[in-house]
């Protein structure tokens, strides 16, 4: 079982190589990757609502690279608190911002500079520069006080950390007694080879990095969440799991062979009272 990054994984380079992928999004959002992005992908792959995303800044909606909808995992209220980690050029950040409204707050954490300055200036452009903030900071060491937010969601974001155990422990630490947690995330019904999870391009690139579901769950019953649910919301096909894995060029009888091995999911849990 890999809980977290193999030892012999080269942390600073894997971030190094997490930025760098995210920084050339931020550049060229039109670029060649090998993972979908944009607006209409968000729409037609991910249900998200098309005129809700048509009023945010383009800027934003063609540099989402997320892989589930978490603002359809649960309801966000008026003055809610809710924060974004990895939030990216802001497209749920934006989204959850509509929803906590004047009175509450929405702080995105990312650590692609690239990224955070297309968000905020995005939050400008809506007019929700007063409520949205972006900090520097990495999933693994929340920029964030204690018992400070109501809600946590991430998108595609949690497979990329190197240190799982410390993400979770840093989201029970930021949630109030109560809180939510709504994650969209790729998570895998397969054990990854150790020589696969280290490579870094593939960890890079969401599926090294990714978790097994029972896994996924024992590590936030470890982090002291109860009522956890990871509920698929796609399964990918062999044909899915060769564009997700340039850096492996695999064979069509492998492919085969990964065909339903990664799916995006739904992960809801709550914080205990
Ligand atoms: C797959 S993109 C998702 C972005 C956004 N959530 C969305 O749906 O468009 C990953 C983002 O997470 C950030 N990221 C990756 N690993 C991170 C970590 N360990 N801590 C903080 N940010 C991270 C990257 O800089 C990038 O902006």
Redesign the pocket.
């Known amino acids: 079982m890999a809980t977290t990054c193999p030892a012999t994984l080269d942390v600073p380079r894997l971030?190094a190589a997490?930025?760098s992928m995210?920084e050339e999004?931020?550049a060229d959002p039109g670029g060649d990757f090998h993972?979908h992005?944009g607006l209409d992908y968000a729409v037609d792959f991910l249900r998200y609502d098309r005129s809700e995303l048509e009023a945010l800044p383009a800027a934003t909606t063609s540099?989402?690279?997320?892989?589930a909808n978490p603002l359809r995992i649960g309801p966000i209220a008026p003055g809610e608190t809710v924060v974004?980690?990895?939030?990216?050029?802001?497209?749920?950040l934006l989204l959850a911002a509509r929803r906590t409204g004047p009175t509450g707050r929405a702080i995105g954490?990312?650590?692609?500079a690239a990224?955070r300055e297309v968000a905020l200036r995005s939050a400008a452009a809506a007019g929700l520069g007063a409520i949205v903030e972006v900090r520097a900071?990495?999933?693994?060491q929340l920029p964030l006080a204690d018992a400070s937010a109501d809600v946590v969601i991430?998108?595609?974001?949690l497979n990329?950390?190197?240190d799982k155990e410390a993400?979770f422990g840093e989201i029970a630490r930021v949630l109030r007694p109560g809180g939510r947690l709504h994650l969209?995330d790729v998570v895998i019904a397969m054990e990854l080879h150790m020589h696969e999870r280290e490579n870094v391009e593939l960890w890079a690139g969401?599926v090294a990095g990714a978790l097994e579901e029972w896994t996924y769950r024992s590590l936030l019953a470890d982090a002291g969440f109860d009522e956890i649910e990871i509920l698929p919301t796609r399964i990918y096909s062999a044909e899915d799991a060769g564009v997700l894995t340039p850096g492996l060029d695999l064979d069509e009888t492998t492919l085969k062979t990964l065909d339903g091995a990664f799916m995006s999911a739904f992960v809801r849990a709550r914080k205990p009272l």
């Open positions: 971030r997490i930025q995210y999004v931020a993972f992005r540099r989402f690279a997320g892989v974004d980690i990895g939030s990216g050029a802001g497209q749920d954490v990312d650590m692609t990224m900071g990495l999933a693994e991430s998108n595609g974001v990329l950390a190197a993400a969209g969401c």
